[in-house]
């Protein structure tokens, strides 16, 4: 079945480091993929999306491309803030009549100043 | 555009207690969700609407939940006989449908968080 898997967390980083973070799927068909993120004591924000292989999503200096040939979609920042802590969720859709999202765990990041 | 809102925000019950939940779509948004996520873990879906309809239910949804959305607006969602395994973040998203791919994202409300004692 569908599936999303993340990286396991906790990340902690210091401010202005690269950060990866990971995410592989298991689909069939050609699902959109997207990344939420999750700031303490509030709800899951829509970061970036990609809807076909080969497309980079990118939103607040986070990156991600679609590769459909690793079943990746890997989330990028070439510089954190302390302000980018928060909880960040890997999630499939698959297609327009099956409504669900697919989320992976979540990983949770750090930023120390 | 006022988001996706859910009421109440925080629910304490005690086993054995029937619980309800709305939340409230982003009017011109046609299309809503229901997730539950426990701690350390991803939302989960539990089911959703088109209008009216609902159109599809996770396995999650035991007989004890029932999700309704009447005038295709604002969704219920009830839980009869709470267990203390309900306890969890209920989430509602609603999104667009159409070719656009913009018609792919799910918005998300703030939660309830229920507490079952």
């Known amino acids: 079945g569908d599936s999303v898997t993340q990286m396991e967390g906790p990340v902690t980083l210091s401010e202005e480091a690269f950060l990866t973070i990971n995410c592989t799927y298991t689909?069939?068909?050609?699902?959109?993929l997207f990344w939420y993120v999750q700031y303490p004591g509030e709800g899951l924000q829509l970061l970036l999306k990609?809807?076909?292989?080969?497309d980079k999503g990118s939103n607040k200096g986070f990156e991600a491309t679609y590769r459909k040939e690793t079943t990746s979609f890997h989330l990028e920042k070439g510089s954190v803030q302390v302000s980018d802590s928060a909880v960040y969720f890997c999630?499939?859709?698959?297609?327009?009549?099956?409504?669900?999202?697919?989320f992976g765990r979540g990983t949770q990041l750090t930023v120390w100043p | 555009d006022t988001g996706v809102s859910q009421n109440p925000r925080h629910k304490i019950t005690k086993r054995g207690q029937n619980v309800t939940f709305r939340c409230d779509p982003i009017s011109e948004h046609n299309r809503l969700y229901w997730y539950r996520q426990t701690l350390g873990q991803g939302p989960e879906f539990l089911t959703y609407?088109?209008?009216?309809?609902?159109?599809?239910k996770s396995r999650l949804l035991s007989d004890r939940f029932s999700a309704e959305r009447p005038k295709g607006s604002f969704s219920t969602l009830e839980i009869q006989r709470t267990e203390q395994g309900d306890s969890a973040m209920y989430l509602c998203a609603s999104s667009a449908t159409g070719v656009e791919a913009y018609s792919y994202e799910q918005y998300f409300g703030p939660g309830t968080r229920l507490t079952v004692t």
């Open positions: 990609a809807t076909k292989a080969d």
């Open positions: 609407f088109q209008n009216e309809a609902q159109l599809e």
């Open positions: 999630a499939l859709y698959r297609g327009s009549t099956l409504g669900r999202l697919y």
């Open positions: 689909a069939t068909g050609y699902p959109s």
